[in-house]
Nanobody
């Protein structure tokens, strides 16, 4: 299983970016998906998550600005980031809980991570 993230870049404050993360390889079912970020000298933090049923959760500082969504047919999760601020600058990582085979065949969810994509917001 691989997660491939894309969409990062350099943007001015107030601008927008859309991150994408596609999962591939040996997937039976994808559970929760999410986006994390890690700024220099700081711990990695959960930015947003979305359940298999579409329930979302957000870090307080991004509520109203970021929107997480998923396309189950494409095994892809998105993060639409609007009104970006310099403090949003970080490496963004996607994560997904993936089951490789049905539970009756011994399958269980395992967490996978994408490679990270840099988001830089200039003031």
């Amino acid at each position: 299983v691989q997660l491939q993230a894309s969409g990062g870049g350099l943007v001015q404050a107030g601008g927008s970016l859309r991150l994408s993360c596609a999962a591939s390889g040996g997937i039976f079912r994808i559970g929760a998906m999410g986006w994390y970020r890690q700024a220099p000298g700081k711990q990695r933090e959960l930015v947003a998550s979305i359940s298999i049923g579409g329930t979302t959760n957000y870090l307080d500082s991004v509520k109203g600005r970021f929107t997480i969504s998923r396309d189950n047919a494409k095994n892809t999760v998105y993060l639409q980031m609007n009104s970006l601020k310099p403090e949003d600058t970080a490496v963004y990582y996607c994560s997904a809980d993936i089951m490789g085979r049905p539970s009756f065949q011994g399958g269980d969810y395992r967490s996978y991570w994408g490679q990270g994509t840099q988001v830089t917001v200039s003031s």
